[in-house]
């Protein structure tokens, strides 16, 4: 049957008018637009819901996960001390300045790595609670003992400072004062003081000691940074175990908390950890950093950079 003209012009109308019209052109890209959300593949402002994200220690060890399989943050928290045996009450996550919240203010819900908005490829920073120094506890000072073993060739030494930091928000991170083996004490400072070289040759080990009050200090001083720092060696991988230990001075025997670096081979300085005030309560945290830093007591100048770069995630 052959139509005319008028016939499959007629048809042409009635097919652009049809109710049940599929827009064939469209349909792929439709699909394409819809499909993934439904799937959980992008959110609603179009990051990727699921891949690779990751949390990053202080001191460079890299964590990978999957948005598929880790939604909120207590099953993160879960899923990182199943990797690091560390506590999840111990964990801070910080992610583009914010401190990740396991649940809601208003109950025990569970809140949602997408709140966030942690994505595909998202960094996390966690940050490793050591202890925490209440008011309410009985202690009048403490001793941060930086410790060291003895390299192969003998007796030899490391470094041990405590740089005091100031200052809080946009101007927090700044230097005030500085313990180490020249600068021992201070007269404005009287209930913090700097052991210089002790050094046990029956157990071939040196040790640098930091004794302070916390709660004497000047209200103004917030942080304080804890480093073991090469000074004839090129580097502290020739020093075996670098450490610290906390421990009242009046219970020696009794260690509070202790960290020991794994690997420093290349690097002439380690900031081994920071006793950072909360400015809600005035309580201290002692919180591990295991940073590798360039610069010694020679010359402080790269360590005082390498603490600039990363102040910023005690104060949150």
């Not at 003992?145 to 200052?167: E, K, R, V």
Request: aromatic letters at 10%; charged letters at 20%; proline letters at 3%.
């Amino acid at each position: 049957m052959n139509l005319e003209a008028k016939e499959i012009k007629d048809l042409n109308v009635a097919w652009e008018k049809a109710s049940f019209r599929i827009d064939v052109d469209n349909i792929s890209q439709s699909h394409s637009q819809i499909n993934p959300a439904r799937n959980g593949e992008v959110d609603g402002h179009g990051n990727a819901t699921t891949g690779d994200f990751y949390v990053v220690l202080l001191n460079g060890t890299k964590l990978k996960f999957r948005l598929e399989h880790i939604r909120s943050v207590g099953a993160l928290k879960e899923a990182i001390k199943a990797q690091t045996k560390v506590e999840t009450n111990k964990q801070k996550l910080i992610h583009k300045g914010v401190e990740l919240q396991t649940y809601t203010n208003q109950g025990r819900v569970q809140i949602q790595l997408s709140e966030y908005n942690i994505v595909a490829e998202s960094h996390i920073q966690l940050i490793v609670l050591l202890y925490s120094i209440s008011k309410e506890l009985s202690i009048n000072a403490l001793t941060f003992d930086l410790f060291w073993g003895y390299p192969s060739t003998g007796c030899d030494y490391l470094d041990g400072t405590c740089m005091l930091y100031t200052g809080t928000g946009n101007n927090a991170g700044q230097l005030w004062r500085r313990f180490d083996y020249q600068s021992t004490s201070f007269h404005d400072i009287p209930n913090m003081a700097h052991s210089g070289d002790v050094m046990d040759h029956s157990n071939r080990r040196g040790h640098h000691r930091i004794t302070a009050n916390l709660a004497s200090l000047p209200q103004t001083v917030t942080k304080l940074y804890f480093i073991l720092s090469s000074w004839n060696a090129p580097n502290i991988g020739h020093f075996p175990n670098p450490s610290f230990k906390i421990f009242d001075p009046s219970k020696p025997d009794i260690q509070l908390c202790s960290y020991t670096i794994q690997s420093a081979a290349s690097s002439q300085a380690v900031i081994m950890c920071v006793a950072a005030k909360n400015g809600y309560d005035g309580n201290w945290n002692v919180f591990e950093v295991g940073k590798l830093s360039a610069g010694n007591a020679k010359n402080y100048a790269p360590i005082e950079t390498t603490i600039g770069n990363m102040d910023q995630f005690f104060g949150i």
